[in-house]
């Protein structure tokens, strides 16, 4: 099956921990995002890839970091130097940033600090 | 700034009756414009897009929206809302810095009673 594939659905850290969310695509994009979601805030984007070897930070990125080093992933990390780092996170990816065509979404991350 | 209201919190409706949800925006140039749906813990699957062309768009699962360029509006509509229906709606547009990022409004949640 083509698509994206976040893993893993639920996580939970410890305060002062860095995680690493994984997205995966098939689809052969060469564009892919991470987004934060919170409840009644719709969502916000972190950091953007628009080709391998490339990525470049969003609206929210600080205690973020992404690495981009295959086309077909691009894992993020959350650090401990985010100050509020539950929430869902969805990962998308599109055939090429330039292009009107639509983002294909993953099935999230929820992320979760004990 | 580009930006992107969705007024309403939540929109109620009873199964088969018109629903209609939300939906302005704010744009330097041609708006590009998307709607989403997002099941419970689920990531967002894609319903309609309007880059250019007729007014009125149609998607996924008989819904379709109506571009109005001098409202600044993308209104979600569907003749006949079925209880599967009910989830959280949101409308984004691309932003015009050619990176293929969205901006979402805060979602809508739909909420089809029998």
């Given at each position: 099956d083509g698509g994206i594939t976040q893993s893993p659905k639920y996580l939970f850290r410890k305060e002062g921990q860095n995680v690493t969310l994984s997205c995966e695509q098939n689809?052969?994009?060469d564009a892919m995002y991470w987004y934060r979601q919170d409840p009644g805030q719709g969502l916000r984007l972190i950091y953007y890839s628009q080709i391998v070897n490339d990525f470049q930070k969003g609206d929210i990125a600080e205690g973020y970091s992404v690495s981009r080093e295959k086309k077909e992933s691009f894992p993020l990390t959350v650090t401990s130097?985010?100050?509020?780092?539950?929430a869902f996170y969805l990962c998308a990816s599109s055939?090429?940033?330039?292009?009107n065509t639509e983002a294909f979404f993953g099935q999230g991350t929820r992320l979760t600090v004990v | 700034a580009q930006s992107v209201a969705q007024p309403e919190d939540q929109v109620n409706v009873a199964e088969g009756n018109p629903l209609t949800v939300k939906c302005t925006y704010s744009v330097s140039g041609n708006p590009y414009l998307f709607w989403y749906v997002q099941y419970p813990n689920r990531g967002l699957q894609f319903l309609l897009k309007y880059i250019t062309g007729d007014n009125l768009v149609k998607g996924s699962y008989g819904f379709e929206a109506e571009f109005n360029k001098s409202q600044t509006s993308f209104h979600l509509k569907k003749p006949s809302a079925l209880v599967s229906d009910s989830a959280l709606y949101f409308c984004a547009v691309r932003d015009?810095?050619?990176?293929g990022k969205l901006i979402f409004g805060q979602g809508t949640t739909l909420q089809v009673k029998p």
């Open positions: 689809l052969n994009h130097a985010q100050k509020n780092p539950t055939i090429r940033a330039g292009e | 015009s810095g050619n990176t």
